[in-house]
């Protein structure tokens, strides 16, 4: 990777156009999906209340804050901005079923969303605003994931975790006013506190919950440093010993700087994101599609061996150690797990939030299938545009069937509509609050920009 001084940084480009941006330069298409895939995002948060890591998030963000204006999505509590965006961020991206960029690899509404409500709701700022600073905050966090080019998750590091700290640094800024140097400057700050490694992968912890909630954190405290005069560095991604230079170990010769600000404020990369139809990760998706073809096709029963192609680069995330990866023990080992994942869909032909329950985790036909998969690279793939994947099962009478998916569902020219994500939201939302709730927040996100956040915040909030 080139880092000599170039004429001018990524920083500042990301700056100018956080500084300058207003809706109606971003095209309608673009706004159209950035209300949808809010919807889907609040949708989670209010689903994460029926799972014990919500409550241990709220009750932390809760002891870490004094009492504030600033709610927690499906909760009475009033926190601080910087407490309400820990709280929401893990609630939003808890379940593991928000969207996800294909190509950068990152869940970009978790990323800048819970910034943009809790400064946004502190400032009583109007829903075009904070509309407009999320796009311009998920749109940062897309490109630095694009020129990171599968980088950070090779060697180990969660990219949502790293680009929501920049992304939130943007989206404060945005609300906050800064000019171009002091959004440049929050940039410059937040280089400083940018990681989220993957360990949790080996025993299903819940920090990968909490990654874009300590980029919101440190997004909103980088922004109020930079109005107040900080001084940061100038060149946080590109500088000797900055982002890809300390992070990318081994793989800066990857490093796609062009992509953190080609066409920027023409081409919106976030129109491109991928909402899911599974709470899986995003990389099993093109197995579970073909894994619930075949289950229509054939019984599990008679299954004696199971072969599930997937992107090679994902293998070591999702696929291996396969002795662990064929056992998992919790909701999010599971979702990890492409052995699991093709197993409930070869069983079951579906897979949705009740399939991680402790009851479907146990059930004896999926565990006795799991150890039958086998996971391999799909010669097919076309990763990381799509998340590619194919299944072949073998029968006890020796008939083999084999079904392949190249545009995973969701992504694409199978992009979710609009009626399947207000499904899909309802379906989530009332998990936990009653159907007339949930309309009314539906009606007020599809009316983003015409809605003062301290009013859909009211909607969000349940009391105790």
């Not at 943009?116 to 700022?125: D, K």
């Not at 999320?134 to 975790?161: D, K, M, Q």
């Not at 909490?210 to 500088?239: C, D, M, N």
């Not at 004696?304 to 150690?321: F, K």
């Amino acid at each position: 990777m080139n880092t000599s001084a170039p004429s001018e940084s990524a920083s500042r480009k990301l700056a100018r156009l956080a500084a300058t941006l207003r809706l109606a330069d971003v095209p309608v298409r673009v706004i159209e999906r950035a209300r949808l895939h809010i919807l889907d995002a609040l949708g989670l948060g209010l689903a994460s209340h029926a799972y014990d890591y919500a409550q241990s998030a709220i009750a932390g963000a809760a002891a870490l804050s004094s009492v504030g204006i600033c709610s927690v999505i499906g909760g009475p509590e009033r926190l601080e901005a910087r407490d309400a965006a820990l709280a929401n961020a893990i609630l939003i991206h808890g379940l593991d079923f928000d969207d996800t960029h294909l190509a950068s690899i990152v869940h970009p509404t978790c990323t800048a969303l819970p910034c943009a409500l809790a400064l946004g709701e502190q400032l009583g700022a109007r829903g075009e605003d904070v509309l407009t600073a999320f796009l311009v905050g998920a749109e940062a966090a897309i490109r630095i994931g694009a020129a990171a080019n599968g980088g950070f998750h090779h060697i180990g590091y969660h990219a949502t975790g790293i680009v929501s700290h920049f992304a939130s640094a943007i989206t404060a800024g945005a609300l906050l006013g800064l000019d171009e140097d002091q959004i440049t400057a929050a940039q410059g700050i937040a280089g400083s506190t940018a990681s989220g490694i993957q360990v949790f992968l080996e025993e299903g912890a819940w920090t990968k919950r909490f990654h874009p909630g300590w980029g919101a954190v440190a997004g909103i405290t980088a922004a109020r440093l930079a109005q107040h005069g900080f001084k940061a560095p100038s060149r946080p991604y590109e500088g000797k010993f900055g982002l890809f230079e300390t992070h990318m170990h081994g793989e800066g010769d990857h490093v796609e700087l062009g992509a953190l600000t080609a066409e920027l404020g023409e081409i919106w990369k976030f129109g491109d994101t991928a909402l899911k139809p599974y709470p899986v990760c995003h990389f099993i998706h093109g197995c579970a599609d073909s894994a619930i073809a075949l289950h229509r096709q054939i019984s599990a029963e008679d299954i004696v061996s199971v072969t599930a192609y997937l992107p090679q680069p994902t293998l070591h995330i999702v696929a291996e150690p396969a002795e662990a990866k064929q056992r998992p023990t919790t909701d999010y080992e599971a979702k990890f797990s492409a052995q699991f994942v093709v197993a409930a869909c070869l069983v079951r032909g579906r897979f949705g939030l009740p399939d991680l329950q402790a009851a479907a985790l146990a059930d004896p036909r999926v565990r006795a299938l799991a150890l039958k998969v086998r996971c391999e690279a799909d010669p097919d793939t076309a990763f990381p545009t799509y998340f590619s994947g194919g299944v072949e099962v073998t029968l006890r009478n020796g008939a083999t069937f084999k079904h392949h998916v190249k545009v995973n569902s969701g992504a694409g020219e199978r992009a979710m509509s609009s009626d399947a994500v207000v499904e899909k939201f309802m379906a989530s939302a009332c998990i936990t609050v009653p159907q007339a709730k949930a309309r009314r927040i539906c009606d007020a996100v599809l009316n983003f920009e015409k809605t003062p956040v301290v009013e859909l915040m009211a909607h969000l909030r349940c009391e105790s």
